[in-house]
């Protein structure tokens, strides 16, 4: 058996075992999507068709399915030399994204400051805390996935199926941009604090105020990790991420 290398391992952790009653173009198309939205395998990380196959011990022909579907969402990349690597984000589709997200979930917030009852609003103060005890314990991962809790249970509130439909169709992006931010704590805090705003706002059904308030929490996190993407590629010389060249 082929030794791995340092830089296949996360995509080996990531695929883990086959179950046996599930379609295997759509396991491996799941695992590799989590794995690259939760920041598994980082931008610039290469992807070999072969490899995955060999390692578990499939046929090539879902493997190649599951990474041309990842190829037409964005989140894989063809390398000329061979290959496929995890696509980094881009200036244009952060600014994208973020401006979309700036108009969808601050119009979500709005119908929910308008439409919640007061025990809708329970379930968003656990949240709060849970999120508090995560600060606490200084778990990235862990706010993450609280917030972006807190976020759907908040545009649920909107009790607009569509728009709410809408929202859900940035979710994979908006997590990754979410794990750049709340890794800077200071950026953890301040999330903390805007929500604790919304939820009052919300609660005194001041719709324009919420609406600005979740306007300038997104349009505040665009500029970090435009700020944060900027800085990591004049590290890297101003050329955008390169597969890694591990396992070549």
Known sequence: MRKRTKGEEPLFKALASVPARKSLGQYVYENLKKAIVKGQLPAGNRIVESRVASALGISRTPVREAIHKLEREGLLSQNPNGGFFVTGLSRSEIEETFGIRSVLESYAARLAALKHTEADLLPLEEKVREYEKALEKRDPEALARINT???????????????????????????????????????????NQDHRLMLELIRR????????????????????????????????????????????
């Open 149 to 191: 809790a807190f976020h759907d249970l908040l545009y649920g509130l909107s009790r607009s199926p569509r728009l709410i439909r809408m929202i859900s169709g940035l979710r994979d992006q908006i997590f990754r941009y979410r794990q750049v931010i709340l890794k800077i704590e200071d950026m953890a805090k301040a999330s």
């Open 205 to 248: 059904r001041d719709a324009e105020g919420v609406e600005k308030v979740v306007r300038e929490h997104i349009l505040r996190g665009q500029a970090v990790v435009l700020s944060t993407i900027e800085t990591q590629d004049s590290e890297a010389g101003e050329t955008p991420a390169r597969p890694q060249t591990g396992g070549r």
